[in-house]
């Protein structure tokens, strides 16, 4: 698919999950999606190395943007982008967006064939700057 | 130069202190964080014990490497990159320059700080590492580190959060040790009582 892919990730996997489920009902297949949350221990938190499987997951040609909630999740996310490196790590973006939000707005825009650059400002609209 | 033995009994250190103290670091983060820091440190160190040997037998700068991997692995929460990006720098500069500890040191502090976007004095890991360098570049001993870092623990409690989690609270984050603060002290504690 050359639709930019979306990642949702979480403290907690029941809401990037829901985030998720929004994104399927509201925006439809159009767009590779994947979720993880909960820390490595399976308490809340995140996981670097569940963020890497969802970035796999949501992978496209075209790129993959991240909708991430709080702290941990935007450096652990950061870091799950440096340790896949490479060619692919250019083409991740985090967006500073509220996730559920977010992620439906990244999700429509990239449903229409919007570059990542595009995908990830759509989805930065929504914080003040 | 560390030989496999004392990278060994640096390890066993670390890890047993974090455990000894993991409750603490967790009754400190719930005051201000999330109250998971100990928990996730201990899971982090623990999964490195369970390969200490394994990660002994390795040149220093490979072993380093490994841990940080491990830590950023395992750790999850805010704690897992920033410590890992320390060890995994470390790593990186001794690969380079082999034997220059106190440079190699400040730059893995450079680094946590740019992993996480924030500065001394802003009640963090940062306001006990930062003078842990300074103390290194002066050529401090052992106990005069030791005291640099506890004392510099105590100063993060009357500090206000700027980055992190505890920010949430503004000024209620004031009156509280900073959690970071306190685990980085004690793996320099743990560090030094094995070297």
Request: include cysteine; charge should be negative; glycine fraction near 12%.
């Amino acid at each position: 698919m050359s639709n930019v892919g979306i990642v949702i990730v979480s403290h907690s996997p029941l809401v990037a999950q829901g985030a998720a489920d929004m994104v399927r009902q509201m925006v439809g297949d159009e767009v590779p999606l994947a979720w993880c949350g909960g820390d490595p221990g399976g308490g809340l938190g995140t996981s670097v190395e569940a963020i890497m499987q969802a970035i796999e997951r949501a992978w496209s040609e075209a790129g993959v943007a991240i909708l991430v909630d709080l702290g941990g999740a935007e450096s652990n996310s950061e870091m799950a982008i440096e340790m896949l490196g490479g060619d692919k790590a250019g083409r991740i973006a985090i967006c500073n967006a509220p996730v559920v939000e977010g992620a439906v707005m990244a999700a429509t825009e990239a449903s229409g064939g919007a570059s990542l650059a595009e995908v990830q400002a759509t989805a930065q609209e929504l914080s003040p700057a | 130069m560390i030989s496999e033995a004392q990278l060994r009994e640096l390890l066993d250190a670390i890890s047993a202190t974090i455990t000894a103290h993991a409750e603490e670091l967790t009754t400190l983060d719930s005051a201000i964080g999330d109250g998971d820091h100990g928990a996730n440190m201990k899971r982090g160190f623990d999964a490195v014990a369970a390969e200490a040997a394994a990660l002994a037998g390795k040149p220093l700068p490979e072993a380093l490497k490994a841990i940080g991997t491990k830590l950023v692995m395992t750790v999850g929460g805010a704690s897992g990159p920033l410590y890992g990006t320390m060890f995994l720098t470390l790593g990186k500069e001794l690969a380079t320059a082999p034997e220059d500890y106190t440079s190699a040191f400040r730059k893995a502090v450079d680094a946590v700080a740019a992993r996480g976007k924030s500065a001394f004095g802003q009640k963090t890991m940062l306001d006990v590492l930062y003078p842990v360098a300074d103390a290194l570049d002066a050529g401090k001993s052992k106990a005069e580190i030791l005291a640099v870092a506890n004392d510099e623990v105590a100063a993060t409690k009357d500090r206000k959060a700027i980055r992190g989690r505890a920010s949430f609270l503004g000024d209620r984050s004031i009156g509280h040790i900073d959690p970071g603060a306190r685990s980085s002290a004690l793996i320099v504690e743990a560090i030094a009582g094995a070297l």
